[in-house]
DNA sequence: GATGAATGAGCATTCATTCAT
DNA sequence: CATGAATGAATGCTCATTCAT
């Protein structure tokens, strides 16, 4: 195997590893040591791939989000009408977030918690554009109410993290059924009422 | 004063030390002798009151979900109709949320991160039965969805965390317009669509 | 006992501990947890009475250092001549530096080495005042050569560092005799030539 | 250039750069990566041409040492008078420590410090040699007074250290003059009183 | 010879918790 | 009740050294 394949296996399976400890223990309750066990790799090695702690849970983020948003736009075409377009995001993202839910549960921690740097925070935000500019369009065709993305997001796709966690917990097991009930109720919340 | 009062005092001063540094740090970087400090209490006195640091976390959780649901439905009245009902408690919620958000904030944080114990968790949920039981009477009268609990909760009140984090980070400034939409989605996304 | 005299004990068991260890092994191979050790205290009792490592060496060398000149300047008096005062010194500190070795060999390592703050170095220096109020004169006088009091002071002085360090490594033990022998060196050195 | 050459500068810059970083930091503060990296070489490269970071700093000691007594006895000679030969020693050894003082800043690091093996210690003592032979004439002769080569040393040579770390420090900076009066205080200190 | 990746052992420092007063 | 001093057990991170290439 070539040495650079080597190397990104290492890096994944430190950030593999953050994943899963950081979701069962918390940031700080989750030692370096652990991580690079999980790892199998020394805990020094983690230093060659990553600053410190705080970079190393910084970038598992970033990675996390990227790979998130790439999923739930990647059945998505801009030609799509607005609820076509939305539907077709709002799956992908529930499919993400319910049989994802190792990384999903991260990314909510991560959205909960001053565990991660401002910086990579707006970081992480910024892939979701195509979702907003999919709004706006909305607005424009007096399909989506008018009103702040940051509200369109808290009913249409956030409840979703809910959601995630509540299944994690054991408190309910989310079936084709309910997850066509939330996508109905996400579509109440956002779609202008008079249609 | 009575020696009493001292006592509950200091008990109050450490509970409110504990969610003002849990805020900006996170638990585990929350040193017990930064709460004593805050609180004006030597470390060694935290332990007259609570059992150890997990202890105090999780009597914080249960004590600021109490005073959350007492006053999400202090002016709640069974004999209100389901929509009046929910517009009351919800709006005393997003009251809630959006004002007291240090809070908020921290039954966020304890909401999204393993942070506290299964056992409160469930002592916590237990309160918020007067809205469980206002979504049972309007399913029965047809008013509101029949789904999962889980999922009007997810739609109508988990929201406002959102909102509250967003406010929180100075994404966002909710005005009373703002809240008026949210609400709006809320009912949306729960009542059954034929009114 | 006080307990006031219990924590002078344990800080100044943690001096001793630092001298002793850092002359033995140096610095940075004397571990925070041996000097604990040493001096019967755990590794985090040394961090209540100094902020860290370096604070540790540097209040270390101060204290030393005025232990030095303290001893040095006790049988001083400004009354005296230039020329037995200068004798005076000059034994008192050659009885520290060869007899006190301990302290006189840290202090040695502390000049020689960038161990110590820059500013804990210049606290150090202060104390030697006198001498150099006794130089001032013997200048005026005509007795002392008109020179830097570094020159002096390399002349004068600091041999007796060097004596000491070779007495430390066994190369050379030093009686009255070569007391006296150095002291005429000394004195040569630094008295004008025509007495 | 030959491939030995290649070899030979790279054990030259490697000497280099441990003098330097040592110098600035002390011994065990001076990683052996940060010396691989400012002599442009791999880690792994320092352990073809030394055993270990011990070795590397003794060899370095004794490299050192040689450079300075070659540099020191180069322009003497045997035939000279006692006195004059001691002053073409003395201003040699003079230009050296306050001219190439990287050089003499490491050497006196080295000799107030646990940092070099004993046996690289007496190694580099040996190359004194010609400067004991010449005061042991000069004793025979009466010139010089008749003690041990140690107290002469710590009085006609090593001031020279001190003035050398003073200067360093920023403390003096020392020109012809300062040199001239040094070197009486030297030549005074053991030359015979009755001469 | 030369390297850079890898590591185990070690270090300074912190912190939840205890205990003598 | 209340405390502040004390601590053992971690933890994040570094570094001298090795080894496959």
Avoid at 49 to 77: G, H, M, P, R
Avoid at 120 to 132: A, D, V
Avoid at 155 to 179: C, E, T, V, W
Wanted: with cysteine; charged share 25%.
């Amino acid at each position: 195997m070539a040495i650079l394949q080597k190397s990104i296996d290492k890096r994944n399976a430190l950030i593999k590893a953050t994943i899963e400890l950081v979701n069962n223990a918390g940031f700080h309750a989750t030692p370096m040591s652990k991580i690079a066990k999980m790892a199998n790799v020394s805990p020094a090695t983690i230093y060659l791939y990553f600053e410190n702690k705080q970079d190393l849970v910084n970038k598992t983020y970033i990675e996390v989000k990227a790979e998130y948003t790439k999923y739930a736009f990647e059945s998505y075409d801009e030609n799509m009408s607005v609820e076509q377009g939305f539907e077709i995001i709002w799956k992908r993202i529930a499919d993400f977030k319910l049989n994802d839910s190792e990384n999903a549960m991260f990314l909510a921690q991560c959205d909960n918690t001053p565990m991660i740097d401002e910086l990579s925070r707006q970081e992480g935000i910024k892939h979701l554009q195509p979702l907003l500019d999919l709004w706006a369009r909305g607005k424009k065709e007096g399909i989506i109410k008018p009103i702040s993305d940051y509200l369109l997001y808290a009913y249409a796709i956030n409840p979703l993290s809910f959601l995630m966690m509540s299944q994690k917990r054991g408190a309910i097991i989310l079936d084709r059924k309910h997850i066509e009930e939330a996508y109905q109720s996400a579509w109440n919340s956002i779609k202008t009422c008079d249609q």
